[in-house]
C-alpha cells in the first residue's frame, strides 16, 4: 500500500526544510505537470529532434538527481529512502524500491505506450544514475532493462560502476 499524497507532501515538505536551515540556501519552487502534457511535451521533442532527444531527457534526469541526491545526502543512514520519498512527493513515481545494484519503479510519469515498444523512461534512469553516483562515490552506468512502455510489470534500472576503482 502507497503512503497517502499528504504524507509523502509532508516528508517532502520535511526534508526540504534540512536543506533550507542552511542559511545560504534559497527556497525551492516547484511546477506540477500532468502526465499527458508530459507525454505531448516527450512527443514535441521526438518531433523535432528523434530519438536524439533521449539523451537530452537523460541529462535532465541527472541534473534533478544531483539536487535529489544532495538532500538525501544529509542524512546518509536515511539515503535511499529521503530519495524514495522525494521522488514519489515529486510525482516521478508511485514507488521506487533501491536495491543494490538495481531500482524498481512503480508508476513512471514517463512509462508510456508507444508504437515502437521502447523503454520511455529516459528522465528517470538520469535521476537513478545520479542518486547511485552520489551514494557510491563513483561513475555509474544506469540501463533501464524493463519498462512498462514495453508491456514489462515495472521499470527496472540495472547499475554498475564504470571501469575500475
Given amino acids: 500500500m502507497h503512503a497517502p499524497l499528504t504524507t509523502g507532501l509532508t516528508l517532502m515538505r520535511q526534508t526540504l526544510y534540512m536543506l533550507n536551515t542552511n542559511a ?3 527556497p525551492m519552487k516547484f511546477v506540477k505537470l500532468s502526465q ?5 511535451i ?14 537530452l531527457f537523460f541529462r535532465e534526469g541527472m541534473i534533478l538527481g544531483e539536487e535529489i541526491a544532495k538532500i538525501a545526502l544529509q ?7 529521503i530519495c524514495g520519498n522525494l521522488l514519489r512527493a515529486r510525482g516521478w513515481v508511485d514507488n521506487v524500491v ?19 515498444g ?14 547511485y553516483e552520489a551514494q557510491q562515490h563513483r561513475k555509474m552506468h544506469c540501463e533501464e532493462i524493463e519498462c512498462v512502455s514495453k508491456g514489462d510489470k515495472h521499470c ?3 547499475v554498475e560502476p564504470i571501469g575500475s576503482e
Avoid: W
Wanted: proline letters at 2%.
Fill in 24 to 26: 545560504k540556501a534559497t
Fill in 36 to 40: 499527458s502534457e508530459f507525454e505531448e
Fill in 42 to 55: 516527450r512527443k514535441l521533442y521526438e518531433g523535432v529532434m528523434s530519438q536524439a532527444c533521449y539523451g
Fill in 75 to 81: 542524512e546518509p543512514e536515511k539515503y535511499f529512502e
Fill in 98 to 116: 533501491f536495491q543494490e545494484s538495481t531500482a524498481v519503479a512503480e508508476g513512471s510519469i514517463e512509462a508510456t505506450q508507444t508504437a515502437n
Fill in 118 to 131: 521502447a523503454a520511455t523512461c529516459h528522465r528517470l534512469r538520469g535521476i537513478v544514475r545520479k542518486i
Fill in 156 to 158: 527496472v534500472f540495472k
